[in-house]
C-alpha cells in the first residue's frame, strides 16, 4: 500500500509540474502578444507554440527528475532552498531545451529574447506555486494517516529517542511509527507499548515499510534484512561517516539519516520511467497491432485446439507473480513443461545435458518448438505480446530477464537484488549476448544493471536493442 500511494503521489507532482510548465510557457507568450505594448513583427500563434511546448514536456521532466526534484528529501525535506534552487535551474534549462529545439526545428518559438527571460521568470513562479500546493495538500493526506511509511526504529542511542518522538508527533513528515528495537531507557515512556525485542520480531508483527538504524551494532545484518524484506535503509551516520557525504541524505527533524539505496531507479526516476512504458507500449501496441494479428491468425489455424497466447508465471518487483504474454511458439505436447520433462517424454533425455550445458539454456534445433515458433522466435515476433504487460505495469521495457519462480534460487542472497526492480522486455544482459551468454553471466549483467541503473543505460540499451532485432542476432 505504501509503495502504491507513494508513486501516486509523485505521479501526481509529475502531472502538476507538466501543466505548470505548459501554463507558464503559455502566459509569456499570451503577456507578449496581448499585455506588453510594444509592437512586434512577428504572426501570433498562441496554439502552435504551447503544442511545441506539449511535445517537448517529457524531455522537461526529465530535466525536472534528473535535478533530483523528485527526491522526498527534496520535496518534503524540511528547507526549501535545495528545492527552490533547483526549481531555478530547471526553469533556466527548460527554456535553454526549448530554444535548442526551436533552433533545429526552425520554428522560431521565441520571436523576441524578452519572452525567453519571462518565461524562465514565470516557469520559476509557477513550479513554485504549484509545489507549493501540492506539499500542501500532501501533508493534509499524511495527517490522515495516508500513503505515510510505517517507520522501525534499532539502534541503542539518544537518536532513537529523538526519531520516535519526532515521528509520533509529526504526521506531516511522511512517517508513522510502526516499531522500536532498542532498550526500554532509549524509548519515550508514552511509546514503549511499540518496543520489540528483536528485528526479526519487529519485522513479522510490525508490518514496516522502512527501516532506521541509530547505532552501528550489526549493520550488515540489518541491512541484509531490509534488503531481503524490499524496504529502504536508512542509517544514521556518525560524524564521521557524515563528514565522508556518503549516500543521500535526509533529515528527519533535525537528525541526517542516510538513505543507502539498493538501486538509483526510485522516486522521480521511477515514476518518469513508468510515464516512458505506458507512452512506448501505446505506440508500439498501435504500430504493431496488424503483424500480432496476424501471427495470432496463423498460430490459430495451425492449432485450433490451443491458445495463440502463452501466458508462464514469471517474477517482477518485489517477488511479484504475474502472467506473461508470448506468442506460443513450442508444440502444443510440450506447452507448460521444464525442459527436463520435455525431453524425457519425446524419449531423448541426453538433451537435457545439452541444452543447459555452460548455462546457456538453449539447444540447437530444438525439437520442442514448431517451424513457425522458430522464425518468431528468431525476429522476436513472439516477445510482442509483452508490450501488454509493459501496459499493464506487469514489467518495464527495460529491466533484467523476467525469472520463472523456480530459477529464483539460482541467485541466493542476490535474488532479493535483482527482484528489487520490475523485470524488462529487454535488458543489459540481452544487447550484450542474449542466448551467446552463460546464464551466470546473464545474472551477474543483470545484477549490475540494478545496482548501477541510469537514463543513460536505458538509452543504450533500448537503441542497441532495435539494432539487435534488426540484426536477428543471439535470438534463436
Same mark, same amino acid.
Given at each position: 500500500?505504501?509503495?502504491?500511494?507513494?508513486?501516486?503521489?509523485?505521479?501526481?507532482?509529475?502531472?502538476?509540474?507538466?501543466?505548470?510548465?505548459?501554463?507558464?510557457?503559455?502566459?509569456?507568450?499570451?503577456?507578449?502578444?496581448?499585455?506588453?505594448?510594444?509592437?512586434?513583427?512577428?504572426?501570433?500563434?498562441?496554439?502552435?507554440?504551447?503544442?511545441?511546448?506539449?511535445?517537448?514536456?517529457?524531455?522537461?521532466?526529465?530535466?525536472?527528475?534528473?535535478?533530483?526534484?523528485?527526491?522526498?528529501?527534496?520535496?518534503?525535506?524540511?528547507?526549501?532552498?535545495?528545492?527552490? /534552487?533547483?526549481?531555478?535551474?530547471?526553469?533556466?534549462?527548460?527554456?535553454?531545451?526549448?530554444?535548442?529545439?526551436?533552433? *533545429?526545428?526552425?520554428?522560431?518559438?521565441?520571436?523576441?529574447?524578452?519572452?525567453?527571460?519571462?518565461?524562465?521568470?514565470?516557469?520559476?513562479?509557477?513550479?513554485?506555486?504549484?509545489?507549493?500546493?501540492?506539499?500542501?495538500?500532501?501533508?493534509?493526506? *499524511?495527517?490522515?494517516?495516508?500513503?505515510?511509511?510505517?517507520?522501525?526504529?534499532?539502534?541503542?542511542?539518544?537518536?532513537?529517542?529523538?526519531?520516535?518522538?519526532?515521528?509520533?508527533?509529526?504526521?506531516?513528515?511522511?512517517?508513522?511509527?510502526?516499531?522500536?528495537?532498542?532498550?526500554?531507557?532509549?524509548?519515550?515512556? +508514552?511509546?514503549?507499548?511499540?518496543?520489540?525485542?528483536?528485528?526479526?520480531?519487529?519485522?513479522?508483527?510490525?508490518?514496516?515499510?522502512?527501516?532506521?538504524?541509530?547505532?552501528?551494532?550489526?549493520?550488515?545484518?540489518?541491512?541484509?534484512?531490509?534488503?531481503?524484506?524490499?524496504?529502504?535503509?536508512?542509517?544514521?551516520?556518525?560524524?564521521?561517516?557524515?563528514?565522508?557525504?556518503?549516500?543521500?541524505?535526509?533529515?528527519?527533524?533535525?537528525?541526517?539519516?542516510?538513505?543507502?539505496?539498493?538501486?538509483?531507479?526510485?522516486?522521480?526516476?521511477?515514476?518518469?520511467?513508468?510515464?516512458?512504458?505506458? &507512452?512506448?507500449?501505446?505506440?508500439?501496441?498501435?504500430?504493431?497491432?496488424?503483424?500480432?494479428?496476424?501471427?495470432?491468425?496463423?498460430?490459430?489455424?495451425? +492449432?485450433?485446439?490451443?491458445?495463440?497466447?502463452?501466458?508462464?508465471? %514469471? &517474477?517482477?518487483?518485489?517477488?511479484?507473480? *504475474?502472467?506473461?504474454?508470448?506468442?506460443?511458439?513450442?508444440?502444443?505436447?510440450?506447452?507448460?513443461?521444464?525442459?527436463?520433462?520435455?525431453?524425457?517424454?519425446? /524419449? %531423448?533425455?541426453?538433451?537435457?545435458?545439452?541444452?543447459?550445458?555452460?548455462?546457456?539454456?538453449?539447444?540447437?534445433?530444438?525439437?520442442?518448438?514448431?517451424?513457425?515458433?522458430?522464425?518468431? !522466435?528468431?525476429?522476436?515476433?513472439?516477445?510482442?505480446?509483452?508490450?501488454?504487460?509493459?501496459?499493464?505495469?506487469?514489467?518495464?521495457?527495460?529491466?533484467? !530477464?523476467?525469472?520463472?519462480?523456480?530459477?529464483?534460487?539460482?541467485?541466493?542472497?542476490?535474488?532479493?537484488?535483482?527482484?528489487?526492480?520490475?523485470?524488462?522486455?529487454?535488458?543489459?544482459?540481452?544487447?550484450?549476448?542474449? %542466448?551467446?551468454?552463460?546464464?551466470?553471466?546473464? !545474472?551477474?549483467?543483470?545484477?549490475?544493471?540494478?545496482?548501477?541503473?541510469?537514463?543513460?543505460?536505458?538509452?543504450?540499451?533500448?537503441?542497441?536493442?532495435?539494432?539487435?532485432?534488426?540484426? /536477428?542476432?543471439?535470438?534463436?
Amino acid at each position: 500500500m505504501r509503495r502504491k500511494s507513494d508513486f501516486i503521489l509523485r505521479v501526481c507532482l509529475i502531472i502538476g509540474d507538466a501543466v505548470a510548465l505548459i501554463l507558464s510557457f503559455a502566459s509569456a507568450y499570451f503577456i507578449r502578444v496581448h499585455v506588453d505594448p510594444r509592437p512586434f513583427e512577428f504572426e501570433s500563434q498562441l496554439l502552435n507554440f504551447t503544442l511545441s511546448v506539449v511535445f517537448l514536456v517529457p524531455i522537461l521532466l526529465i530535466i525536472l527528475a534528473a535535478l533530483g526534484l523528485y527526491k522526498r528529501s527534496i520535496f518534503l525535506g524540511k528547507s526549501r532552498l535545495p528545492e527552490r /534552487g533547483r526549481l531555478v535551474l530547471a526553469a533556466i534549462l527548460s527554456v535553454a531545451a526549448l530554444i535548442v529545439y526551436d533552433f *533545429f526545428n526552425g520554428e522560431n518559438l521565441f520571436p523576441v529574447r524578452i519572452m525567453a527571460l519571462t518565461s524562465v521568470l514565470l516557469s520559476f513562479v509557477f513550479l513554485l506555486a504549484e509545489r507549493i500546493i501540492m506539499r500542501f495538500i500532501i501533508r493534509q493526506i *499524511f495527517r490522515r494517516d495516508y500513503g505515510t511509511a510505517r517507520a522501525l526504529i534499532i539502534g541503542e542511542n539518544k537518536n532513537t529517542e529523538y526519531l520516535a518522538n519526532y515521528i509520533s508527533s509529526s504526521p506531516e513528515s511522511g512517517y508513522r511509527l510502526a516499531g522500536v528495537v532498542a532498550n526500554v531507557k532509549f524509548i519515550p515512556e +508514552d511509546l514503549r507499548k511499540k518496543q520489540y525485542s528483536s528485528l526479526k520480531v519487529a519485522l513479522q508483527k510490525a508490518k514496516a515499510d522502512v527501516i532506521f538504524q541509530t547505532d552501528e551494532k550489526s549493520t550488515e545484518y540489518v541491512y541484509k534484512q531490509a534488503l531481503l524484506h524490499h524496504m529502504p535503509y536508512y542509517f544514521v551516520p556518525s560524524e564521521t561517516a557524515l563528514s565522508s557525504n556518503l549516500g543521500e541524505l535526509e533529515l528527519i527533524g533535525n537528525t541526517p539519516a542516510m538513505l543507502v539505496m539498493v538501486t538509483p531507479l526510485t522516486g522521480g526516476y521511477a515514476a518518469v520511467k513508468r510515464a516512458f512504458d505506458i &507512452l512506448f507500449s501505446l505506440v508500439a501496441i498501435i504500430i504493431t497491432a496488424i503483424p500480432m494479428m496476424i501471427v495470432w491468425l496463423i498460430l490459430k489455424l495451425t +492449432d485450433f485446439k490451443n491458445s495463440p497466447i502463452y501466458a508462464g508465471e %514469471r &517474477l517482477t518487483q518485489y517477488g511479484r507473480v *504475474f502472467k506473461c504474454y508470448k506468442f506460443r511458439s513450442l508444440k502444443a505436447e510440450y506447452s507448460g513443461m521444464s525442459p527436463e520433462e520435455a525431453f524425457e517424454k519425446m /524419449g %531423448r533425455p541426453e538433451l537435457t545435458d545439452k541444452y543447459y550445458y555452460e548455462g546457456r539454456l538453449y539447444l540447437e534445433n530444438d525439437p520442442r518448438i514448431t517451424k513457425f515458433g522458430k522464425f518468431i !522466435r528468431k525476429t522476436s515476433i513472439d516477445e510482442l505480446p509483452q508490450l501488454f504487460n509493459i501496459l499493464k505495469g506487469d514489467i518495464s521495457l527495460i529491466g533484467p !530477464r523476467a525469472l520463472p519462480p523456480n530459477e529464483l534460487k539460482d541467485y541466493g542472497e542476490r535474488k532479493s537484488l535483482i527482484l528489487s526492480v520490475k523485470s524488462g522486455l529487454t535488458g543489459f544482459a540481452q544487447v550484450l549476448g542474449r %542466448r551467446d551468454i552463460s546464464f551466470e553471466e546473464r !545474472r551477474v549483467l543483470d545484477i549490475y544493471y540494478v545496482r548501477n541503473w541510469s537514463l543513460m543505460l536505458d538509452l543504450s540499451i533500448f537503441f542497441k536493442t532495435i539494432a539487435i532485432v534488426i540484426k /536477428g542476432e543471439g535470438a534463436k
